[in-house]
């Protein structure tokens, strides 16, 4: 028994803890072929969903980035711009998902785009070291720039060092021979790669997180990620014409103020087919990324001791509701890709329908390291679902933005607006959310609009 305990004090608490390693990637809608998209070529993703479970019905707090990033990394709803986590950080009330694994014994880093700002600090150009996003949260937070100058830039960034300026200035989407470097996410993840390394050698278990850039605008990836959709079916877009009545709808104003070459994909059916080939791309190169730091992980023998979570951080859409962007309430900004990976995972491969949440992960992260759950969470662990994935979830998720609030059940979303206004949508209908049924259906509506908080 000595010679146990002696044994364990040398190894440390890597011994007794498990890795996490969670891959963070910007505006990826479900467009993986693991979650039904067969024109997708995603094989580094759809090869974790195989070791793991793909949940196929997880739904992010909000349509935006820094308000979804707020979610994940509080396990709290919160607030609904952009601005979520500064604000955050001038009283902070309860330790972030991070912050709470560095005071249980973990070291803690994050690479690229986790929080709202790639590298986590604020300033003209994103890298005041005085004005941290998330404090006390991360032993390293890093964004090599490289040719993109400042995190600013890379946000941004086209290939080989080209930077936003005026969008308007700047291609919507772009096919450039290269490597990965010459693009954003090239240099970003080696960077990961190098923590990787690091962290290999620490005799404390790790928490890094690592945030890749695409698919967000504007769609620029190295040619060879083009070449898989050259000659692609894909299929016809959903519901694409602009709803009736109130609604979240917007204008894509992000997405319309780019260079478009004097076109609309609203009213030009090839330049819509040329948008998503080349969003597509974008995935392609992510899921690329993904491959290089799954390789990495697996080299250094990490692999066996280490929780992965593939999270998209809101869904996007490409002309659905002829919208293209996120910052709605409808389906399609709202559902993202979630899969874990850990051995927990019964049945792996087996994907899940059940509804879950994103802030069901810090308790779920809890669980599986075998941590005691914050009692100011607010979401609910995901570890029957990981046994079991017919596991029944409580069946709702609450989302928001602006002034308008939405319900998704297993059947229906309710979207409730501050003045009043309720849109009701069935989706076990092939209407789906194109006919508001609130009117007729008064009792449901006001049964959900309860639920909100």
């Known amino acids: 028994m000595r010679i146990l305990l002696v044994l ?100 803690t880093v994050s690479v690229g785009k986790v929080s709202h700002h790639p590298g986590g600090r604020g300033g003209s150009d994103w890298n005041d070291d005085s004005k941290p996003e998330m404090p006390e949260s991360w032993d390293r937070h890093l964004l ?8 600013r830039g890379w946000m941004h960034g086209l290939a080989n060092g080209e930077i936003r300026k005026n969008a308007k200035d700047m291609d ?61 079916k894909l299929p016809p877009i959903a519901h694409p014409k602009k709803p009736e009545g109130k609604t979240t709808w917007h204008g894509s104003g992000e997405f319309m103020k780019y260079n478009r070459w004097g076109k609309n994909p609203n009213t030009d059916p090839d330049f819509a087919i040329e948008v998503r080939k080349h969003y597509a791309a974008c995935v392609s190169y992510a899921d690329a990324q993904v491959g290089k730091i799954i390789a990495r992980l697996n080299k250094l023998g990490l692999a066996e001791n280490t929780i992965i979570i593939v999270w998209g951080d809101h869904g996007w859409h490409l002309g659905e509701h002829a919208i293209w962007g996120k910052h709605s309430l409808f389906e399609e900004s709202l559902r993202s890709p ?79 607006h501050k003045n009043g206004h309720h849109e009701l949508y069935d989706h076990t209908s092939p209407e789906g959310e194109t006919k508001n049924i609130a009117e007729e259906n008064l009792g449901l509506t006001k049964a959900l609009a309860s639920k909100i908080k």
């Open 338 to 416: 979630l899969i874990i990976v850990d051995p927990a995972v019964q049945n792996p491969g087996t994907s899940t329908s059940s509804i879950v949440e994103t802030i069901d992960l810090f308790p779920t992260l809890c669980d599986l390291v075998e941590l005691r759950k914050p009692d100011f969470l607010d979401g609910t662990t995901l570890l029957p679902i990981l046994k079991d994935p017919a596991a029944i979830s409580d069946g709702t998720a609450i989302s928001y933005h602006g002034g308008a609030r939405t319900i998704r059940t297993s059947t229906h979303r309710l979207v409730k």
């Open 172 to 232: 919507l989407f772009q096919s450039t021979e290269g490597p990965d470097e010459i693009y954003p996410d090239g240099p970003a993840v080696n960077e990961t790669l190098n923590q990787l390394d690091k962290l290999a050698t620490d005799k404390k278990p790790f928490f890094l997180a690592t945030g890749i850039l695409r698919p967000h605008l504007p769609f620029g990836a190295p040619a060879k990620y083009m070449t898989h959709y050259q000659d692609a």
């Open 8 to 107: 364990f004090a040398f190894l440390g608490p890597s011994f007794a803890k498990k890795n996490v390693l969670l891959i963070c990637i910007d505006d990826l809608r479900p467009e993986l072929k693991s979650f039904g998209a067969d024109y997708i070529h995603s094989p580094h993703i759809d090869a974790l969903a195989a070791r793991g479970r793909a949940f196929t019905r997880h739904y992010v707090q909000a349509p935006t980035c820094g308000a979804s990033r707020y979610a994940l990394l509080t396990g709290t709803y919160g607030p609904s711009g952009n601005g979520a986590l500064f604000a955050r950080a001038n009283k902070i009330k309860n330790p972030s998902l991070p912050g709470y694994f560095r005071k249980n014994g973990y070291t």
């Open 144 to 151: 090599p720039a490289g040719k993109w100058q400042h995190p």
